[in-house]
């Protein structure tokens, strides 16, 4: 194996092609056999990760290339899941920063290019999908440039070299009038451009461990790089946090390096490469894997604080227990803590009865991924609202977190979204022409006003605009934000929902079910029409007799049912309401199911 090594990490806003050029550089590098079946973005891993075609997990891999190793590391594209990128970049000698030929940049691709020139890396900028009708690479290129003015670029990272490609169909030039046959001229540039890790080999053993990752055989892996010395299969090491307290010693049973999409066992290893081990029962991500001798620890990166919670409880549903196997509270607790542990953007709380935990995220997606990972692994629970978590200031004033929202929408639809944002105590920044009939427009607001702005946004737009958010500071409370506009359709039994009640129920409002579907009294089974709360019957049916007259047998026609995904359904609900979160189903209700406890407890309010 070649002792020479080159570390990269690749960051980009969601979707502008991180994964599928990686794919790509490992096809052209010989990583598959000619007859190997591939799959397409063979990164994404996760079942998650595939169906919604965003990465998740950050996750490093190598290839070789005239005899160096070049360890690549695919970072998250979405805000939500920056913490996974923060760390990452500590592990790089170098970032190659993905932009879309058409989008430019966008808001995850301003915060991890912050994140990477702040450490010093040497970037270099790939303008991507140049193949796109409405690409405009040279804007772009000028784009990237303010960013990086903007972003406090030294003068040796400002002058950064510029490449050209289409990762789906695996080309890479230094100018657009090159011959378009491969990614050679970006591996070349990789080799000349990124420095080789700056590591003393002869210190002690020392790595910091930056991802944590399970496996079914090993347990707990560790994944890190190495920052002095080397160690071997068996040897003996301790862990220390950042205060410099031992956390447990233990000895190294395996060792791994990455080629493709395997972890590929070794004896040893040594400093500047990135490698995964096993052995360890509690160390965790920040805490420096060491040779028993080391007393300092690394130092990590601090993580960006979560600004958003949601309250998860036991299901507590009539319908509770018929769909999952995981239903306790003590099962929901380990599986929280579990997540907390593996990923640092995640807190966890608990109230004293240990039936209610808080958990605290970046995002509604990062948090909505989480259960909905809960939810295919068996477990049943029910989901507040999301809520912003606040501060208070030196002068004991209120400050509440204030997001940058980039949004791209047709012009003849500027207006509405502009006032959708106003409504929602936004400020514009800028705003802007992005070429084919698009405007561009930013704008700093609550993130406490873009929960369930989504839906909204979609209908004001006609499906056509694209919205990006990403956390700018906190700043003073902007007051009440007028909140959900439409009251809900509440069922008033428990049963099975019939077509004929549904029919004469469809003009009080919009439905959420259909016919054949389970109901229980207090469950929200539509959108009421008007602004207040409506209880309705769908479970009564027709009531049949032996008198047949012209007319009444007319077929009951049904308007499709209103569906939500997850984070939408977190999005929607009032203070007094919750998801209940099931393996087979999702279903909104009251907090309270009596409608005597809702009017008891709406007169105490």
Known sequence: MSSKLRNIAIIAHVDHGKTTLIDSIMKQTGMFRDNQRIDERLMDSGDLEKERGITILAKPTSITWKDVRINIIDTPGHADFGGEVERVLGMADGVII??????????????????????????????????????????????VFDLFVALDANDEQLDFPIMYAAGRDGWCVKDLN??????????????????????????????????????????????GRVVHGSVNVNDQVKSINLNGDQIETGRLTKLFTFRGADKIPVDTVTAGDIICIAGLTETSVADTICNIDVTEPLQSTPIDPPTMSVTITVNDSPFAGTEGKKVTS????????????????????????????????????????????????????????????????????????IEEVTIDVDEEYTSSVVDGMNQRKAEMQDMRAAGAGKTRLIFLAPSR???????????DTKGTGVINRIFNKYDNFKGSIPGRKYGALISTDTGTAVAYAIFNLQDRGTMFIGHQTSVYGGMIVGEHSRDNDLEINVLKGKQLTNVRASGTDDAVKLTTPRKMSLEEMMAYINEDELLEVTPKSLRLRKRYLSAIERKRNKKLA
């Open 449 to 459: 006003g873009l929960i369930g702005y989504q839906n909204k946004f979609l209908t």
């Open 98 to 143: 993905l932009t879309d030929a058409a989008e430019g940049p966008m808001p995850q691709t301003k915060f991890v290019l912050g994140k990477a020139l702040a450490q010093g890396l040497k970037p270099i900028v790939v303008i991507n999908k140049i193949d796109r009708h409405d690409s405009r690479a040279e804007e772009v290129v000028d784009e």
């Open 330 to 401: 003590t099962v929901i607790r380990e599986r929280l803590l579990a997540e907390a542990e593996t990923n640092v953007a995640i807190t966890f709380k608990e109230n004293d009865q240990k039936d209610s935990f808080e958990i605290g995220g970046r995002g509604e997606l990062q948090i909505g991924v989480l259960i909905e990972q809960m939810r295919r692994e068996g477990f049943e629970l029910i989901v507040s609202r999301p809520r912003v978590l606040y501060k208070e200031a030196e002068n004991g004033s209120k400050l509440e977190p």
């Open 178 to 223: 090159d011959k378009r046959e491969n990614l050679h001229p970006l591996l070349d540039l990789i080799l000349e451009h990124v420095k080789e890790p700056d590591v003393d080999k002869k210190r002690p053993f020392a790595m910091l461990a930056t991802l944590l990752d399970s496996d079914p055989y090993l347990g707990r892996c560790l994944i």
